[in-house]
Nanobody, 115 residues
Framework: QVQLVESGGGLVQAGGSLRLSCAAS????????MGWYRQPPGKQREMVAV???????TYADYVEGRFAVSRDNVKVAVYLQMNSLKPEDTAVYYC?????????WGQGTQVTVSS
């Protein structure tokens, strides 16, 4: 059974940085996209960053220029480098990996940014 293992969340002051990691516990073939989503307290889930198999990236307006998503196709892993963090970035962050048949989700990691 494939699980996505997330790490890297925590508490950081505004302006600080965190690096989130997400790796599959088993092989996932024919990966299409990998990405990060977040759910702030009391709000709906929203897209943060997505990276396609060819390497193209898409970012939400509120993180572009501050966050960078990358992937390792051999390990089947996705990363999110978060810089210049703001209190409004506080949320539970979920990674997602999609292949031709399935979409896999991580369990979430809490990111809290203090002002």
């Amino acid at each position: 059974q494939v699980q996505l293992v997330e790490s890297g969340g925590g508490l950081v002051q505004a302006g600080g940085s965190l690096r989130l990691s997400c790796a599959a516990s088993a092989s996932i073939l024919s990966v299409y996209t990998m990405g990060w989503y977040r759910q702030p307290p009391g709000k709906q889930r929203e897209m943060v960053a997505v990276i396609a198999s060819g390497g193209s990236t898409t970012y939400a307006d509120y993180v572009e220029g501050r966050f960078a998503v990358s992937r390792d196709n051999v390990k089947v892993a996705v990363y999110l480098q978060m810089n210049s963090l703001k209190p409004e970035d506080t949320a539970v962050y979920y990674c997602s990996i999609k292949n031709y048949a399935d979409t896999y989700w991580g369990q979430g990691t809490q990111v809290t940014v203090s002002s």
